[in-house]
């Protein structure tokens, strides 16, 4: 290879490493939690008797604490983004009512899988 392809394939190469360095990291994952939302949970937080007072639609600090104590109590992790298992405990799970063979579908606490016997022992 000569002298000058040598020199722009290293400009090339530094270009690129220095371009990669300069671009800020985006956050990822969810951010915050949208209004509507933090209503649902507080909502939820309240019928379970883990929040008092009425939905102000912002995760407030008694809100954070009562996601908390939710979490802590089933021995879940405690940190303040609401756990998977704290929002289907509180009913604000997935919604199943689209699926297409809902009585066959593989759902949490589901007994489909229980019924089919081992290969070779039907």
Same mark, same amino acid.
């Given at each position: 290879?000569?002298?000058?392809?040598? &020199?722009?394939?290293?400009?090339?190469?530094?270009?690129?490493?220095?371009?990669?360095?300069?671009?800020?990291?985006?956050?990822?994952?969810?951010?915050?939690?949208?209004? &509507?939302?933090?209503?649902?949970?507080?909502?939820?937080?309240?019928?379970?008797?883990?929040?008092?007072?009425?939905?102000?639609?912002?995760?407030?600090?008694? !809100?954070?604490?009562?996601?908390?104590?939710?979490?802590?109590?089933?021995?879940?992790? !405690?940190?303040?983004?609401?756990? &998977?298992?704290?929002?289907?405990?509180?009913?604000?799970?997935?919604?199943?009512?689209?699926?297409?063979?809902?009585? !066959?579908?593989?759902?949490?606490?589901? !007994?489909?899988?229980?019924?089919? &016997?081992?290969?070779?022992?039907?």
């Amino acid at each position: 290879m000569s002298s000058a392809k040598k &020199a722009s394939a290293r400009t090339s190469t530094s270009k690129k490493k220095k371009s990669q360095k300069r671009s800020a990291r985006r956050p990822r994952g969810q951010q915050a939690i949208e209004s &509507a939302r933090a209503i649902q949970i507080q909502e939820a937080l309240i019928a379970a008797g883990y929040l008092k007072g009425s939905p102000s639609g912002k995760m407030d600090a008694a !809100t954070k604490a009562a996601l908390v104590k939710l979490q802590s109590e089933n021995g879940w992790q !405690t940190r303040v983004v609401p756990d &998977a298992r704290a929002l289907i405990k509180l009913g604000l799970g997935p919604d199943h009512s689209n699926l297409l063979n809902p009585d !066959t579908a593989m759902l949490p606490g589901s !007994t489909a899988s229980a019924s089919v &016997a081992p290969a070779g022992q039907q």
